[in-house]
């Protein structure tokens, strides 16, 4: 599916629905999760993968991935590294504040087209957020997925997120969890190096293998291809792009990749899409 300007559009896709910040939790040095609670509606549904147009009003709108249960009712997660004016803004905001929420939007990991076979998540930094879901959605159904390889590289043992979880996937789900950190100082008994490395070694049979991969341009496409090299097909490595976005809708052209309109036609993409255009840096 291409983009297209003709694409119908929800006619309330541009009005933000007003909700409260309830709980933040500060996961590292520089990023946080925030809950929402809807003000007046109901509480949006969404899909692993899908992201929300966040406004911190006043001061900007923002792409978030949401980094929730897509399979439980509770409180809209979103976790938000602090780089600049808007998402310093929703992570500032007090408990009981009101802040905009449009969509969600763009298309979904699709996790469930691995059933049946092997899963292997690849996170990069703050990437491990939108594949928090994912994750969530696998532990729900752990026992319809064979092999599950989650392989995630932090900058520093201090930027690892979601700590308690990633031991209880590991301990609880009988989830392969393997972290790799940059720079190891500080007591760090741990692996070092690119979390691309990791891929080769990992144990999973390619053949029946979904790839999910989050993280900086650059680690998805070594990531990428490191999977392809072992035997996955391109059409089942999933990657998740970031653009800058203003609409979220298809209608700007801001987050326009060639052909495709990310926050419509992605932000979740298969490689063998993928490929050409992460090979062009400039795009
Ligand atoms: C589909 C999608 C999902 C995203 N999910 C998350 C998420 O779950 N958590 C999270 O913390 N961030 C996420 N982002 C990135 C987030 O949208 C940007 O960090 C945010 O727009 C920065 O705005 P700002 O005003 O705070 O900073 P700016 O002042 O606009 O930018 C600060 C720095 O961040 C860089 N930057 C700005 N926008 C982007 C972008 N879209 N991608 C990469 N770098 C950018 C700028 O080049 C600059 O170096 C997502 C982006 C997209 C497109
Ligand atoms: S077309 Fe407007 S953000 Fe994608």
Request: hydrophobic residues 40%; contains cysteine; charged residues 20%.
């Amino acid at each position: 599916m291409t983009a297209t300007l003709d694409r119908p559009v929800a006619p309330d896709a541009m009005a933000p629905a007003r909700y409260r910040i309830g709980r933040t939790r500060q996961d590292t040095r520089d990023t946080f999760t925030i809950e929402l609670e809807p003000v007046d509606g109901p509480m949006l549904r969404y899909r692993a993968g899908q992201f929300t147009m966040l406004d911190a009003f006043g001061v900007g709108e923002v792409p978030i991935s949401i980094s929730g249960d897509p399979t439980r009712p509770g409180p809209l997660e979103h976790t938000i590294r602090d780089v600049g004016a808007v998402t310093h803004a929703l992570i500032a905001a007090p408990r009981g504040a009101v802040l905009g929420v449009r969509g969600p939007f763009g298309t979904s990991w699709d996790v469930a087209d691995g059933m049946g076979g092997d899963v292997v998540l690849v996170a990069g930094g703050i990437g491990l957020a939108p594949l928090r879901p994912a994750l969530l959605e696998i532990v729900r159904h752990r026992d319809r997925y064979n092999r599950v390889v989650l392989l995630y590289g932090a900058r520093t043992p201090e930027d690892i997120l979601f700590g308690d979880e990633l031991r209880s996937w590991a301990h609880d789900h009988g989830i392969v969890v393997e972290v790799t950190v940059d720079n190891g100082q500080h007591a760090w008994r741990g692996k070092v190096g690119l979390v691309t490395n990791l891929v080769p070694r990992a144990g999973f049979d390619p053949h029946s293998t979904l790839a999910l991969v989050c993280g900086p341009e650059v680690m998805m496409r070594s990531a990428a291809q490191a999977l392809v090299a072992r035997g996955v097909p391109g059409d089942r490595v999933r990657l998740s792009l970031e653009r800058s976005m203003k609409c979220g809708v298809g209608l700007c052209g801001h987050c326009q990749l060639r052909d495709l309109f990310v926050c419509v036609d992605g932000p979740v993409l298969g490689y063998d899409r993928l490929a050409p255009l992460l090979s062009v840096r400039e795009l």
